[in-house]
Protein backbone atom coordinates (compact mmCIF):
# COMPACT_ATOMS: atom_id res chain seq x y z
CA UNK A 1 0.00 0.00 0.00
CA UNK A 2 2.77 2.56 0.61
CA UNK A 3 4.13 2.15 -2.77
CA UNK A 4 0.41 2.91 -4.37
CA UNK A 5 0.29 6.06 -1.79
CA UNK A 6 3.20 7.54 -2.93
CA UNK A 7 2.63 7.04 -6.66
CA UNK A 8 -0.48 8.80 -5.76
CA UNK A 9 0.89 11.63 -4.43
CA UNK A 10 3.29 12.26 -7.05
CA UNK A 11 0.25 13.74 -9.43
CA UNK A 12 -0.78 15.85 -6.22
CA UNK A 13 2.88 17.03 -5.87
CA UNK A 14 2.92 19.15 -9.21
CA UNK A 15 0.75 21.46 -7.51
CA UNK A 16 1.94 21.91 -4.51
CA UNK A 17 5.14 22.50 -6.29
CA UNK A 18 3.60 25.13 -8.83
CA UNK A 19 3.27 27.26 -5.39
CA UNK A 20 6.35 26.79 -3.90
CA UNK A 21 5.61 23.85 -1.98
CA UNK A 22 6.17 19.78 -1.47
CA UNK A 23 4.88 16.88 0.33
CA UNK A 24 6.88 13.84 1.22
CA UNK A 25 5.11 10.37 2.61
CA UNK A 26 6.19 9.74 5.68
CA UNK A 27 4.13 6.79 6.93
CA UNK A 28 1.12 4.87 6.33
CA UNK A 29 -0.49 3.17 9.97
CA UNK A 30 -2.62 0.13 10.65
CA UNK A 31 -5.62 2.45 11.41
CA UNK A 32 -5.22 3.93 7.75
CA UNK A 33 -3.41 7.00 8.53
CA UNK A 34 -1.04 8.70 5.89
CA UNK A 35 0.93 10.97 7.66
CA UNK A 36 2.69 13.57 5.32
CA UNK A 37 5.40 16.07 5.67
CA UNK A 38 5.23 19.81 4.15
CA UNK A 39 8.06 21.27 2.52
CA UNK A 40 8.81 24.46 1.26
CA UNK A 41 5.57 26.88 0.97
CA UNK A 42 3.48 25.04 2.18
CA UNK A 43 5.28 23.88 5.54
CA UNK A 44 4.49 27.58 6.80
CA UNK A 45 1.48 28.01 4.63
CA UNK A 46 -1.39 29.55 7.12
CA UNK A 47 -4.13 27.60 4.56
CA UNK A 48 -1.68 23.98 5.06
CA UNK A 49 -4.72 22.22 6.93
CA UNK A 50 -6.72 22.96 4.41
CA UNK A 51 -4.84 21.83 1.59
CA UNK A 52 -4.16 18.70 3.40
CA UNK A 53 -7.86 17.86 4.69
CA UNK A 54 -9.84 19.37 1.18
CA UNK A 55 -6.90 18.32 -1.31
CA UNK A 56 -4.76 15.50 -0.38
CA UNK A 57 -6.64 13.72 2.04
CA UNK A 58 -9.79 13.93 -0.58
CA UNK A 59 -7.71 12.52 -2.99
CA UNK A 60 -6.20 9.38 -1.45
CA UNK A 61 -9.56 8.32 0.28
CA UNK A 62 -11.33 8.65 -3.20
CA UNK A 63 -8.68 6.25 -4.73
CA UNK A 64 -8.13 4.30 -1.60
CA UNK A 65 -10.92 2.75 0.57
CA UNK A 66 -8.48 1.79 3.31
CA UNK A 67 -7.32 5.85 4.05
CA UNK A 68 -9.32 6.64 6.69
CA UNK A 69 -7.45 10.21 7.21
CA UNK A 70 -4.48 12.26 6.44
CA UNK A 71 -2.33 14.28 9.01
CA UNK A 72 0.61 16.44 8.45
CA UNK A 73 3.64 15.93 10.61
CA UNK A 74 6.90 17.22 11.40
CA UNK A 75 9.71 15.01 10.65
CA UNK A 76 10.41 14.75 14.52
CA UNK A 77 6.69 13.66 15.70
CA UNK A 78 6.60 10.47 13.92
Request: aromatic share 8%; with cysteine; proline share 3%.
Amino acid sequence: MNEQIKEALEQIRPFLQRDGGDVQFIDFTEDGVVKVQLEGHCAGCPHAQMTVKNGIEAFLKENFTEVTAVEAVNQYQF
